[in-house]
Antibody, heavy 119, light 108 residues
Framework: QVQVQQWGAGLLNPSETLSLTCAAY????????RSWIRQSPGKGLEWIGE???????NHNPSFKSRVTMSLDTSKQQFSLKLRSVTAADTAVYYC?????????????WGQGTLVTVSS | DIVLTQSPGTLSLSPGERATLSCRAS???????LAWYQHRPGQAPRLLIH???IRATGIPDRFSGSGSGTDFSLTISRLEPEDFAVYYC?????????FGQGTKVEIK
């Protein structure tokens, strides 16, 4: 069973860069699909972007060019950077790793990081 | 972008009852790439159903998904205490991936 752990700064000033990293432990790493999702206070889930098994990156255009995602396969880590944050970026950020194998498909999420943007 | 509309917003039921949640898409979802997630308070969400009707590994068979095209549903045959949570549908057939606004299943 893949376990996922995430870390990063939880308090930012406006205009700073949000930086989060997610690491996966255990299980098989084939057929992987990695994504970032956030939940603003009192709201639902919002898809930020994803990195597929081949390393191709797809992100939500609503974030315009503020998002950078990267993958370090040697460490089984993937990262999110969101530039020029504002109060509207205050949210719980989750990383998610999904996979399919002979047993079927499943996923594992990080524990969530509350990121607060405030001066 | 594909807009997913979930109904009802809140479902008030008792343990042992059957829950039926709806997810309607603004346009056809490619290859029925529709997933359902459960989100309990204080926990991370987890995948229940993918490809509209396939249970994720380890998910109890009281959870079932159905539908195609633009209309999908999640059914919980007999609610257990741990099933009271918020449920989201998500389409992953086109980009950007989008979520519904959620249905809260609460104890009556």
């Amino acid at each position: 069973q893949v376990q996922v752990q995430q870390w990063g700064a939880g308090l930012l000033n406006p205009s700073e860069t949000l930086s989060l990293t997610c690491a996966a432990y255990g299980g098989s790493f084939s057929g992987l699909y990695r994504s970032w999702i956030r939940q603003s206070p009192g709201k639902g889930l919002e898809w930020i972007g994803e990195i597929n098994e081949s390393g191709s990156i797809n992100h939500n255009p609503s974030f315009k060019s503020r998002v950078t995602m990267s993958l370090d396969t040697s460490k089984q880590q993937f990262s999110l950077k969101l530039r020029s944050v504002t109060a509207a970026d205050t949210a719980v950020y989750y990383c998610r790793q999904a996979w399919c194998n002979a047993a079927g498909c499943s996923d594992s999420w990080g524990q969530g990081t509350l990121v607060t943007v405030s001066s | 972008d594909i807009v997913l509309t979930q109904s009802p917003g809140t479902l008030s039921l008792s343990p042992g009852e059957r829950a039926t949640l709806s997810c309607r898409a603004s346009q056809t979802i490619s290859s029925n790439h529709l997933a359902w997630y459960q989100h309990r308070p204080g926990q991370a969400p987890r995948l229940l159903i993918h490809a509209a009707s396939i249970r994720a590994t380890g998910i109890p068979d009281r959870f079932s998904g159905s539908g195609s095209g633009t209309d999908f549903s999640l059914t919980i045959s007999r609610l257990e205490p741990e099933d009271f949570a918020v449920y989201y549908c998500q389409q992953y057939g086109s980009s950007p991936r989008t979520f519904g606004q959620g249905t809260k299943v609460e104890i009556k």
